[in-house]
């Protein structure tokens, strides 16, 4: 999949850490934190997968940081997920195993400011939901 | 909200005082590197003398005056910038409240742009901890003379308002029915509508707001640094969703982001 793939990512309501007795207030996910696009493709120069993300707006991106097996790029300014690297030497060049162990990896994944945790969620369902839509096509099938 | 005539008149007579002293320094540049002893008009060589003897100190006030009303002029924003948000927010007011109009007229359902700063009185200094969230702009002609301005800092619950808590939170904030203020009157139902809208009893008692539906959104500028906060509120009851709300800002919100940048 080397074309960004268009994202209908439909958040629900947050629940409120502080709700107040016979008041509804509702609470949603800013616009800015929801993934629009996503891709996934095998980066020739360092050998790993990556799964980037696009959103509203565009900020710098700061160095690449690591959680276990996974590198992540995360936003300067925002600290949104703005890609996912995978070294592929390390799991086998097989889609089926890369998978697993995104899939895996991203179930603990907690971003270093709690503000970001919506996002960080949002960014697991577009993996999620492209899984089986094309998102590993770079990599042999395994 | 922002005084257009007045910056309007600040943004040019900066733009005028700046190419001014531009010229007037380029000017003094060749005035100096002239030999007075070839010119042979006397009223021009009195005049090449003249600004020869004043120069050291003008080629220091000079230069001053350029880098000031530089400054200012960026603290100022291009008048092209207001009225392109101005349309952005008429745009969305007309979009976000189009299928509920109902027989509420247009300017009952309002698009505000709240700005973050740290002085109510001096917002054009950026550098310090945002203490304020006031109104930049509003959609539509009139109820432009708004001077709601909301407390926002450090923490959540000394926050303001839907737009101070909106900013505070960095989330959508969605208050779908709150009833009217009754004039002057406190009791249960003021309480609540303070309590809805995190405002004091003694706001809704002074500024007795009647709008009934709130959606407050965070806007970022370019790079994804967080600006401001734009509300949506109504006079008709469940009148803006988050739904609608967030369909029509996710459209626009590029623009505005590249547009408050630069405001």
Redesign the interface.
């Known amino acids: 999949m080397e074309n960004w793939t268009r994202l209908n990512l439909t958040p629900g309501k947050l629940e409120d850490p502080n709700p107040i007795e016979g008041v509804q207030i509702d609470l949603y996910v800013s616009p800015f934190d929801i993934p629009t696009h996503t891709k996934g493709y095998l980066d020739p120069i360092s050998g790993r997968f990556v799964i980037e993300f696009k959103y509203i707006g565009e900020e710098p991106i700061g160095p690449v940081g690591s959680e276990g097996p996974l590198h992540l790029r995360l936003g300067k300014n925002s600290g949104r997920l703005y890609a996912i690297e995978v070294d592929i030497d390390r799991i086998g060049a097989s889609a089926v195993a890369l998978r697993l162990l995104v899939d895996t990896e991203m179930k603990n994944l907690s971003p270093t400011e709690s503000a970001r945790e919506n996002n960080f969620d949002l960014a697991r369902q577009a993996i999620h939901s492209l899984a089986d839509e094309g998102l590993y096509s770079a990599i042999e099938p395994g | 909200m922002r005084k257009h005539k007045i910056w309007l008149t600040a943004h040019w007579t900066g733009k005028v005082i700046y190419w001014v002293a531009s010229i007037a320094t380029a000017s003094l540049g060749a005035a100096l590197a002239l030999d007075t002893s070839t010119i042979s008009i006397p009223w021009w060589k009195a005049t090449i003398e003249f600004v020869q003897l004043v120069a050291p100190g003008t080629l220091i006030v000079l230069p001053t005056l350029l880098v000031v009303t530089g400054a200012l002029g960026k603290r100022v924003g291009n008048p092209w910038v207001w009225k392109t948000i101005q349309s952005v927010l008429d745009t969305l007011q007309e979009v976000a409240f189009s299928a509920n109009h109902g027989d509420q007229p247009i300017y009952e359902h309002r698009v505000t742009l709240f700005r973050a700063v740290w002085s109510r009185r001096f917002p054009f200094i950026p550098w310090l901890r945002k203490r304020w969230l006031i109104p930049y702009e509003r959609s539509g002609h009139i109820n432009k003379d708004s001077k709601s301005y909301f407390r926002i800092g450090d923490r ?1 619950e000394a926050a303001e308002g839907v737009a101070g808590m909106t900013w505070m ?9 709150v009833l009217p203020a009754i004039n002057n009157l406190s009791g249960k139902r003021n309480q ?1 509508i303070a ?2 809208t995190f405002v004091s009893e003694k706001h809704v008692r002074d500024k007795q707001p009647q709008m009934r539906t709130y959606c407050g ?2 806007v ?1 500028a ?4 967080l600006w401001g906060v734009l509300v949506f509120d109504s006079a008709a009851k469940g009148s803006i969703t ?1 739904d609608r709300a ?1 369909i029509e ?2 459209r626009l ?2 623009i505005l ?1 590249q547009l408050v940048a630069r405001a």
């Open positions: 959540v939170r960095n989330t959508v904030i969605v208050v779908p029915d609540k309590r809805l959104i965070p970022e370019t790079g994804a640094k988050h967030t800002f996710s919100a590029n982001g």
